[in-house]
């Protein structure tokens, strides 16, 4: 059962656009929720996160958006350069001794 | 040097045979998490310790088993490996004092044949 679900899988953009992804959670406990990218040959790394208080994070060309009663929230990349060019990951967890649940991942490709 | 090390990056090795996967930290991280990825599938968690003498089973532990041997320590083992076990295997480290955000590892390359 997958409890983060993530889409699209693939996203081609062109250089200075605007990249959208999107992940919806059923688990209502959750209430931690990461953004991670991944480059070919590396581990993850973390790039942004937002907990539920708050509607919207913002750093620098990265932002979430968070809608608790949908139970949705999306990474929205401005201003898209060849160098985002990468896998992106959102997870979800509830406070307290759980890990991180991943969504399937969507693979951005930034044209130039 | 790396904080999360994992060895070995890329393993080949046949039906039925035992293989261990090490990972290695020096963040002092108390938390440590195996993740396999597959295509499409994201990250699936195997197993997470959340210190030495506490370890829980993920989503998907079945034909996996693990030792945290010290906090800076925890390996992933496969008992007798099958090739739908094939996957690229994370190792990744937290700190319960500083949030949830996770380091990961480079990565294990495992292929099983």
């Known amino acids: 059962q997958q409890q983060v679900k993530q889409s699209p899988q693939s996203l081609i953009v062109q250089k200075g656009g605007i990249s959208i992804i999107n992940c919806a959670y059923e688990n209502t406990a959750f209430d931690y929720f990461p953004w991670y990218q991944q480059f070919p040959g590396k581990g993850p790394a973390l790039l942004i996160a937002?907990?539920?208080?708050?509607s919207e994070k913002k750093e620098g060309r990265f932002t979430i958006s968070f809608n608790k009663s949908a139970k949705q929230f999306s990474l929205h990349i401005m201003d898209s350069q060849p160098g985002d060019s990468a896998t992106y990951f959102c997870?979800?967890?509830?406070?307290?001794?759980?890990?991180?649940?991943f969504g399937s991942g969507t693979r951005l490709q930034v044209q130039p | 040097d790396a904080d999360v090390t994992q060895t070995p990056r890329n393993r080949i090795t046949k039906t039925g045979k035992r293989i261990m996967l090490e990972c290695s930290q020096t963040?002092?991280?108390?938390?440590m998490y195996w993740y396999r990825q597959d295509p499409g599938l994201g990250l699936q968690l195997i197993y997470y310790s959340f210190d030495v003498k506490d370890i829980n089973k993920g989503e998907i532990s079945d034909g996996y088993s693990v030792s945290r041997q010290a906090q800076a320590k925890f390996s992933l083992s496969l008992e007798s490996a099958i090739p739908n076990q094939t996957a690229l295997y994370f190792c990744a480290t937290s700190d319960s004092t500083r949030g949830y955000g996770y380091t990961f590892g480079s990565g294990t390359r495992l292929t099983v044949v």
């Open positions: 963040k002092g991280h108390d938390r």
């Open positions: 937002i907990r539920p208080d708050v």
């Open positions: 997870a979800a967890s509830p406070t307290g001794r759980r890990a991180l649940t």
